[in-house]
């Protein structure tokens, strides 16, 4: 057994969702911060056989697509202002970040 955690922007996450419902996988989805951006993420938790892993990373997959955005950046705080670009600058996010787990037990209740 694995457990799968991806790591998905917000944005994808009620296609994330739905897909793998509709495919009959269960999921708990934890809201989460990502820290390079500070934007908002959802975590997903997948218990599955090993032999439904590559069925469930080809979901995620399709379901996750990465895009380029612009975003402000934070000023620094305290930091070295040297560095600071005070203009939005263009960067690649979605997409998602994925570890497959080896799961020793699992219980339901």
């Known amino acids: 057994m694995k457990l799968v955690v991806a790591v998905v922007q917000d944005k994808d996450s009620n296609r994330l969702s739905d897909a793998l419902v509709k495919s009959n996988f269960r999921a708990t989805k934890l809201a989460s911060t990502g820290g390079f951006l500070r934007s908002g993420n959802t975590t997903f938790m ?3 056989e090993d032999q439904h892993v ?27 202002a040297d560095s600071y670009v005070p203009y939005p600058v263009e960067v690649e996010v979605g997409g998602a970040t994925v570890f497959v787990l080896p799961i020793e037990q699992f219980m339901q209740y």
Do not use: F, T
Not at 54 to 80: H, W
């Open 54 to 80: 590559p069925r469930v990373l080809d979901i995620i997959k399709e379901n996750c697509q990465s895009r380029d955005q612009l975003v402000a950046p934070v000023s620094p705080m305290g930091g070295n």
């Open 46 to 48: 997948v218990g599955v």
